[in-house]
């Protein structure tokens, strides 16, 4: 699911692997979606990019067992949750950034990694480069262009500190207000000119969440990462104390306990 990022989110701090899966099932359901348009009857050679702890590895692993599989993370701590899976895969640690197959691929699977990547403009048709012809680049990115955690995020560190002043840095607070996603007619566009055929769409999952702070427990490790890494220890405690209380107050418990967590998504299907 990690790569590294550019400017203020590049930092030597590892996932958390197993907070990340403690929404596993949930992150399951876009990389089946996404494994369902995927129209390749036999991939001899496939890359899981930014692959976590295997989630869409092991799905890779079953619905093609004789491919050559790589999952591929800049996490170490990642990876080694990975390399306990009962699968038949190679696992590598590289930035994404400056990933190259060792070899032409007939699929690359990214699921939920390339939006912490900045230049899509230039990453895709790099990726796609990649590829044998009849290959398959094969994405799914969170959209948080326009989600109410997100803005929240923004404007905790807009307002968050002492005397309502802001936390971070300048830098910190440009990076996060921008958002790395084209729109879909955009990657369209992009995209169109240099593949055989083209599969965009977009959903938005009402997912229901469970626990105490179910939403900061979800982007704590994903978004969240990079905003703490980029605060002082004494920023990050009213960061946090401010941003809870206003997903709190935005994404109350329901009379069943439960949270609802609506939770948009791109889906990118582009053949060479």
Same mark, same amino acid.
Not at 20 to 34: C, G, T
Not at 116 to 134: K, W
Not at 162 to 170: E, I, M, Q, V
């Given at each position: 699911? =990690?790569?590294?990022?550019?400017? /203020?989110?590049?930092? =030597?701090? !590892?996932?958390?692997?197993?907070?990340?899966?403690?929404?596993?099932?949930?992150?399951?359901?876009?990389?089946?979606?996404?494994?369902?348009?995927?129209?390749?009857?036999?991939?001899?050679?496939?890359?899981?990019?930014?692959?976590?702890?295997?989630? /869409?590895?092991?799905?890779?692993?079953?619905?093609?067992?004789? $491919?050559?599989?790589?999952?591929?993370?800049? =996490?170490?701590? +990642?990876?080694?949750?990975?390399?306990? @899976?009962?699968?038949? $895969?190679?696992?590598?640690?590289? !930035?994404?950034?400056?990933?190259?197959?060792?070899?032409?691929?007939?699929?690359?699977?990214?699921?939920?990694? @390339?939006?912490?990547?900045?230049?899509?403009?230039? &990453? %895709?048709?790099?990726?796609?480069?990649? &590829?044998?012809?009849?290959?398959? &680049?094969? $994405?799914? +990115?969170?959209?948080?262009?326009?989600?109410?955690?997100?803005?929240?995020? &923004?404007?905790?560190?807009?307002?968050?500190?002492?005397?309502?002043? =802001? %936390?971070?840095?300048?830098?910190?607070?440009?990076?996060?207000?921008?958002?790395?996603?084209?729109?879909?007619? !955009?990657?369209?566009? #992009?995209? *169109?000119?240099?593949?055989?055929?083209?599969?965009?769409?977009?959903?938005?999952? #009402?997912?229901?969440?469970?626990?105490? *702070?179910?939403?900061?427990?979800?982007?704590?490790? *994903?978004? @969240?990462? $990079?905003? +703490?890494?980029? %605060?002082?220890?004494?920023?990050?405690?009213?960061?946090?104390?401010?941003?809870? +209380?206003?997903?709190? /107050?935005?994404?109350?418990?329901?009379?069943?306990?439960?949270?609802?967590?609506?939770?948009?998504?791109?889906?990118?299907? /582009?053949?060479?």
């Amino acid at each position: 699911m =990690s790569t590294k990022l550019h400017t /203020a989110r590049n930092t =030597s701090t !590892d996932w958390d692997a197993r907070a990340y899966q403690q929404f596993s099932m949930l992150r399951k359901r876009p990389v089946n979606e996404l494994l369902d348009r995927v129209d390749l009857e036999n991939p001899k050679c496939i890359y899981d990019l930014g692959c976590g702890t295997g989630i /869409a590895t092991q799905a890779l692993a079953k619905r093609w067992p004789r $491919a050559h599989l790589m999952g591929v993370d800049s =996490s170490e701590q +990642m990876l080694g949750e990975a390399r306990c @899976l009962p699968i038949k $895969a190679q696992w590598k640690r590289c !930035d994404l950034q400056n990933w190259q197959p060792e070899q032409p691929a007939d699929l690359l699977f990214a699921a939920a990694v @390339l939006h912490f990547i900045d230049g899509h403009e230039q &990453l %895709l048709p790099r990726l796609l480069g990649y &590829l044998n012809v009849g290959g398959c &680049l094969a $994405a799914h +990115m969170p959209d948080w262009r326009d989600a109410l955690w997100y803005q929240l995020m &923004l404007d905790t560190l807009n307002d968050g500190g002492a005397d309502g002043k =802001s %936390l971070g840095s300048p830098q910190l607070r440009e990076t996060m207000a921008a958002r790395p996603l084209l729109s879909l007619e !955009d990657y369209y566009r #992009l995209l *169109s000119p240099i593949t055989r055929t083209l599969d965009i769409w977009e959903t938005e999952q #009402l997912q229901v969440v469970d626990g105490k *702070s179910p939403i900061y427990d979800w982007i704590k490790v *994903s978004a @969240l990462r $990079a905003v +703490m890494q980029g %605060l002082k220890d004494d920023e990050q405690a009213r960061f946090i104390y401010h941003f809870m +209380m206003r997903v709190h /107050a935005h994404y109350p418990h329901e009379c069943d306990g439960h949270t609802l967590f609506p939770f948009k998504r791109i889906f990118i299907v /582009a053949t060479v």
